[in-house]
Nanobody, 121 residues
Framework: QVQLVESGGGLVQPGGSLRLSCVLSGRIFRINAMGWYRQAPGKSRELVARVSTGGSTNLADSVKGRFTISRDDAQNTVYLQMHTLKPEDTAVYYC???????????????WGQGTQVTVSS
């Protein structure tokens, strides 16, 4: 059973910073890309950031220059560092990972439960 557990969300004022963490646990043979999506009320889920096994990153245009994504493969953890937060960053943030749980299994997308980020004064 693979689990992804996010932490680090909360309430922050505009211009503030937060760091989200997502720890992967369980039966994991191989992890490919990892990343973060977010979903604001009334909107569809959107990709925020993605990091490949080689460390290459992709960021949504709306967060470039403000957010960074990183991974620690020794700890099976992916991070999202968020600076200069804006009210429009308010959303539930979901961690995801492309995981092969066993050597004989297929690669699949796994998701965390989400963590709320609220940017408000």
């Amino acid at each position: 059973q693979v689990q992804l557990v996010e932490s680090g969300g909360g309430l922050v004022q505009p211009g503030g910073s937060l760091r989200l963490s997502c720890v992967l646990s369980g039966r994991i043979f191989r992890i490919n890309a990892m990343g973060w999506y977010r979903q604001a009320p009334g909107k569809s889920r959107e990709l925020v950031a993605r990091v490949s096994t080689g460390g290459s990153t992709n960021l949504a245009d709306s967060v470039k220059g403000r957010f960074t994504i990183s991974r620690d493969d020794a700890q099976n953890t992916v991070y999202l560092q968020m600076h200069t937060l804006k009210p429009e960053d308010t959303a539930v943030y979901y961690c995801y990972a492309e995981i092969q749980p066993r050597d004989w299994a297929s690669m699949g997308n796994y998701w965390g439960q989400g963590t709320q980020v609220t940017v408000s004064s």
